[in-house]
């Protein structure tokens, strides 16, 4: 399948010069904190001639609530209209309303057709101007522009990289439980601009991204035999990852792209293979008689996190990028699977089945600091935000026709239903887009 993967075409980040003086803040937000509460932030309509101004503004202010950390200013409350954003606002208006941050901005259609968007981020308490930014693209990236402006801010305030430029690949399920239909899906992060990837009745599992967001990395049943495939998200490109006589699952990208981890069924056991897909040779990291599979590696690629029952159930280990050093993490009640090493490289999410319900928890490399999440009938799946802030994961609620996509916070606050068309599972996060 062809698509646009919606690039920006001209992109300047170049900072607009503050009329009020030299650019400071004592706005902040520590996320390292815990429960944090809120920032109000009032987001004006961004000037334009149409509507595409508050479109903007209304897609920057949903990304910063879904967050958690930000509390868009009801618009109704605003005493000040701003007509004019390269003027400094009237900084006691919104101090009144406890406005806190300020954001305002324009959109313009150039004479060439393009769209040029422009916001600057305001502390109001400080009277400073913290950030100005402008941006050129074709006016169909509307969204994605608001998308990039909401990272900016993110960033600013936060001190941490934003994830608003990004986009969720699923599986979207559709049909009776009987007879249900799965294919690949890919969505913005907000649940905006869904597209099928795959249009047949195989069963498709665990698409995974690569680095550089152009491919995916899935498991499919076509033609009844399980296999890895890639896909070129560009092109609609696919082809098959090895022919190996077993079925092949669980593939992953290395960080640096060149690779494909996965897991090789043998009888009655599966071990973790990693294929160059240059010169597509294959080295064999496990060799025993259990099931080794779900590999990740960390995000310097020297180590790999999978699942075992080696030890009599699924449990988590840790070896170096050559399969040596095989060592188990964790060691708590019930099971683990699903592991996923944070792009932070501080923690490890999984998948816990314990009591009868399944929970999302993270813990540190080494097994120790295990912390859960979330707990539910059935929750499976974590995938993080680029920034290893905000995990992703598929829940099914007892007595639920399908699965639905949530996200929540490290903190373990913020719980979220991602809105998809259809049922949805088994969610990849892509890397902040070029």
């Known amino acids: 399948m062809k698509r646009n993967l919606l690039k920006i075409l001209t992109l300047l980040a170049a900072f607009i010069a503050a009329s009020c003086g030299p650019a400071w803040a004592l706005v902040e937000i520590n996320i390292n904190k815990g429960n944090v509460q809120p920032l109000p932030i009032a987001i004006t309509d961004f ?27 009801d618009k109704k409350a605003f005493i000040e209209k701003i007509s004019n954003p390269d003027q400094p606002p009237r900084f006691e208006d919104w101090r009144v309303i406890n406005a806190q941050a300020l ?53 600013k305030i936060t001190g941490e990289q934003g994830y608003f430029d990004t ?11 009987t007879d249900r239909k799965r294919e690949l899906a890919i969505m913005d992060q907000d649940g905006a601009n869904v597209h099928a990837l795959t249009n047949t009745n195989d069963i498709v599992l665990t698409p995974r991204f690569s680095p550089n967001s152009q491919e995916i990395t899935y498991m499919s049943f076509e033609g009844g035999q399980p296999r890895v495939y890639l896909l070129q998200l560009e092109t609609g490109q696919r082809e098959v990852v090895g022919n190996f006589p077993g079925m092949t699952f669980a593939p992953r990208f290395s960080p640096d792209g060149q690779r494909v981890i996965m897991s090789l069924q043998e009888g009655g056991n599966s071990n973790i293979y990693t294929m160059d897909l240059r010169s597509r040779t294959t080295t064999r990291l496990t060799a025993t008689q259990a099931i080794d599979t779900s590999p990740s590696y ?17 449990q988590l280990y840790v070896m170096n990028a050559d399969g040596s050093g095989q060592t188990r993490i964790s060691f708590g009640d019930g099971s683990y699977s699903t592991p996923v090493w944070s ?22 490399p080494d097994g120790s600091g295990e912390r859960i999440l979330t707990t539910s009938f059935h929750n499976e799946g974590p995938t993080w935000a680029p920034n290893g802030r905000v995990i992703m994961f598929f ?25 998809t068309p259809s049922f949805a599972s088994d969610p990849a996060w892509s890397p902040l887009l070029d």
């Open 103 to 155: 954001v305002t901005g324009r959109v313009v259609k150039e004479s060439d057709g393009r769209l040029r968007a422009e916001f600057r981020l305001w502390d109001t308490f400080a009277g400073q101007q913290m950030i100005g930014q402008q941006f050129f693209t074709q006016p169909e990236n509307w969204r994605r522009v608001a998308h990039i402006i909401a990272d900016a801010i993110y960033e």
């Open 298 to 314: 960390s995000p310097d690629g020297r180590r790999i996190v999978f699942e075992s029952d080696r030890g009599g159930r699924q």
């Open 167 to 177: 986009r969720i690949v699923f599986v979207s399920e559709s049909g009776p439980k």
């Open 47 to 73: 000037v334009s001639g149409d509507a595409m101004g508050a479109n903007i503004s209304q897609v920057i202010a949903a990304d910063l609530k879904r967050s958690g950390l930000f509390a868009p200013v």
């Open 343 to 364: 792009p932070r490289g501080d923690l490890i999410a999984f998948t816990k089945q314990s009591g009868g319900k399944f929970s999302i928890g993270v813990m540190k």
């Open 395 to 419: 829940r099914q609620n007892a007595g639920a026709a399908g699965p639905q996509l949530y996200s929540i916070d490290l903190s373990g606050y913020n719980e979220q239903l991602v809105p």
